[in-house]
């Protein structure tokens, strides 16, 4: 089992759509944790980092539930530059390991 | 200001041969990351530089892998007989210090094929 799973998508909204995202991860002892935005063949960068309290970014909603071991994210009203891979990202206890799940594509269209 | 920058971007080498790929993190920044991605894979953690010393290198594959920082700012990932597995998209990342309190910044990557 991977450390990190998110589905893969891809998933294709019309613009102004809300879509969601989630993503498990199995190490209960993870210690922070992030979404990265990865354009196609560029470099991962942080879209933000996720609280257990829930945080908002814009148009942007991340949520952490440790109970069950989950993480989301939000993006409402969606745009065109929005379009993108979207990568789960856990930090290894103890380590400064980034573990990345395998990422979830998202196409906006017209 | 300049990020991470990483060179060759592209290589293309024979299997068995030897390949150096280099990573000049931002200016100041003491931590050194190697990470792999292979195609419709996320980031696959190889090696964590904190300053000239490898301080965690439990991703690397095998001994065919290895990665140098001598002076605590440029580094090399070096792989010596290269296998067709090998091909993938090494990304570099450095940040101010350990991950819990800083954010590692990406560099855009050498696309490594090996035929």
Redesign the interface.
């Known amino acids: 089992r991977k450390e990190v799973e998110q589905d893969p998508g891809p998933f294709n909204v019309p613009e102004g759509a809300t879509v969601a995202f989630n993503c498990t991860y199995s190490n209960s002892a993870s210690q922070s944790f992030f979404w990265y935005r990865q354009d196609c063949r560029k470099e991962p960068k942080l879209l933000m980092s996720v609280y257990s309290s829930g945080n908002e970014d814009g148009r942007f909603t991340a949520q952490l539930n440790r109970a069950s071991q989950y993480i989301s994210l939000l993006i409402r009203d969606s745009k065109l530059s929005d379009s993108a891979t979207y990568l789960c990202v856990v930090l290894s206890y103890n380590t400064d390991k980034l573990i990345f799940g395998t990422g979830t594509r998202l196409q906006v269209f017209p | 200001g300049a990020g991470v920058s990483q060179t060759p971007s592209n290589k293309v080498t024979e299997k068995g041969k030897y390949v150096e790929l280099r990573c000049d993190p931002i200016s100041g920044h003491t931590?050194l990351?190697w990470?792999r991605q292979s195609l419709?894979?996320?980031?696959?953690?190889l090696i964590?530089f904190q300053g000239t010393g490898a301080?965690?290198d439990?991703?690397l594959p095998n001994d065919r892998f290895f990665a140098v920082r001598p002076e605590g700012s440029v580094s090399t990932l070096k792989i010596q007989r290269t296998e067709r597995g090998d091909s993938a998209v090494y990304?570099c990342a450095s940040s101010l210090g350990?991950?819990?309190s800083y954010?590692?910044y990406?560099?855009?990557?050498t696309r490594l094929t090996v035929t």
Do not use: H, I, V
């Open positions: 931590a990351y990470y419709g894979q996320g980031p696959e953690f964590y301080a965690d439990s991703g990304l350990r991950t819990l954010e590692q990406f560099g855009p990557g």
